[in-house]
């Protein structure tokens, strides 16, 4: 009986998947796949090759980018390793779970319900965690690899890769620290004024309207 219960909580915790069946053939430049694996590569190709690579609309963009990155290098910057950055707190990390959504978990399948509903000690071994990160470096390499799933379009072509849309589904645990780092970012970002006044979005009390 306490078995029974047990796996109750855990499938309540774990995500809920929407199962959803693919057609039996996808074609891409007059490439046709019916495997499974077939599938998987043409999806891959057709991301990388004509949704995520750069275009002569897109370059001006990254140039844009690279060269604001390397003015903000050249200023010199003091640096953020001070005494108030070398170390996440408890407080931080229970304020960032509690906001956290009841999205689906990454490959781990550690879920934001579990985190949301976590013990005190394991909130203190997840704050030692963080910190270790932080001090080495290094992030594991399992929260930068996420499981992509592919929602189809309403009312599209199933057998064209272009009807789906990617989405993906990265450790919650790695979310969360990206959130803390995050805030303390955008926190420093506009005490030191590093961003450019034009920019609007993704700001906190300013509008792109």
């Keep these: 009986m306490y078995s029974d219960k047990v796996w ?3 499938r309540k915790f774990h995500s809920k998947r929407i199962k959803q069946t693919f057609t039996s053939s996808i074609t891409y430049h007059n490439t046709t796949a019916t495997s499974d694996k077939e599938k998987a590569d043409l999806f891959a190709d057709y991301f990388e090759n004509d949704v995520y690579s750069y275009t002569d609309d897109t370059l001006p963009f990254h140039d844009q980018v690279t060269s604001q990155a390397t003015n903000i290098k050249n200023k010199h910057i003091t640096s953020l390793n001070t005494p108030k950055w070398k170390q996440i707190t408890i407080e ?5 779970i509690k906001q956290l959504r009841n999205s689906s978990a990454g490959p781990d399948n550690i879920h934001n319900r579990c985190l949301k509903n976590s013990s005190e000690l394991l909130i203190q071994h997840l704050t030692k ?4 990160i932080l001090k080495q470096g290094y992030i594991p390499t399992k929260w930068k690899t996420a499981t992509i799933i592919l929602i189809m379009k309403p009312k599209k072509d199933k057998q064209h890769p ?3 849309r990617p989405i993906s589904l990265l ?3 790695g979310k969360l620290l990206e959130k803390i780092i995050k ?6 970002l506009e005490r030191r004024n590093i961003l450019p006044e034009q920019q609007a979005g993704f ?3 300013k509008s792109t309207i």
């Design 162 to 164: 272009s009807s789906y």
């Design 183 to 188: 805030q303390r970012l955008m926190l420093e």
């Design 203 to 205: 700001r906190p009390g």
């Design 171 to 173: 450790s919650c645990l």
């Design 8 to 10: 109750l909580t855990v």
């Design 92 to 96: 931080e990390v229970k304020y960032h």
């Design 129 to 132: 965690l963080f910190n270790q």
